[in-house]
């Protein structure tokens, strides 16, 4: 509640406070009992990065009636994702930096469409790997999108867009956490992932 009633503040504040830095994610209780409760090993984080030919731009800003939304500190929207994840696994005590079992992450899809004074959306798709000493038990690109009624007043239209936005990070991870093949993957009997030529990739149903 403190990160979402800061970014709105910020936004408010236009045009003093045109820059908006997203602070550092905090663990959510939904998403820590999803994790708590599913019956999974402890497992450590690895690296989360731009997926290979993205735009680089999309792993670092997007914009909100010209307002550029960025991490703070200078960081990238893949590592913010990367930090959420590992809150959300401490939080359950399912986090162990030297745990076997490594989740991974590439970024492809990173938007924010909040110019039109009546309709917005934003679009976040990652592909999650799970590799457990270096067999790959799950490999899926999950997609989280939200659309939203916006407001031809920017004091409105700009803080509920960087709420919704923010909030994309979060929801990604609830609907790879809600996935039984993720889960699956992450239980001491998931077995390894059989593909035909070792890199299919599904895509996780929307909800």
């Known amino acids: 509640m403190k990160q979402v009633a800061f970014l709105a503040l910020c936004a408010l ?22 994790l708590r409760d599913a019956g999974i090993d402890k497992v450590s984080v690895g690296n989360f990065t731009l997926a290979a030919g993205k735009d680089k731009g999309i792993d670092k800003t997007v914009t909100a009636r010209g307002s550029p939304i ?18 959300d696994l401490t939080s359950a005590s399912r986090y162990d930096a030297a745990a076997g079992t490594v989740i991974e992450g590439e970024l492809f899809e990173n938007s924010l469409s909040a110019a039109g004074s009546k309709k917005a959306s934003a679009s976040l798709v ?39 936005f923010s909030e994309q990070f979060r929801l990604i991870l609830l609907r ?32």
């Open 13 to 34: 504040l236009l045009p003093a406070c045109m820059s908006i830095k997203l602070p550092p994610p905090q663990p959510v209780i939904e998403n820590t009992v999803a």
């Open 176 to 207: 790879l956490y809600r996935d039984p093949e993720f889960l699956k993957a992450l239980r001491p009997e998931a077995a390894k992932v059989a593909t035909s030529d070792g890199a299919t990739h599904g895509v996780a149903p929307a909800t």
């Open 126 to 164: 990652v592909r999650f790997v799970v590799k457990r000493n270096g067999d790959t038990r799950y490999d899926k690109q999950v997609r989280q999108e939200a659309k939203w009624d916006s407001s031809f007043v920017g004091a409105i239209a700009i803080p509920d867009a960087i709420n919704h």
């Open 70 to 87: 960025s991490v703070e500190g200078g960081g990238s929207f893949s590592g913010f994702l990367r930090q959420a994840l590992i809150n």
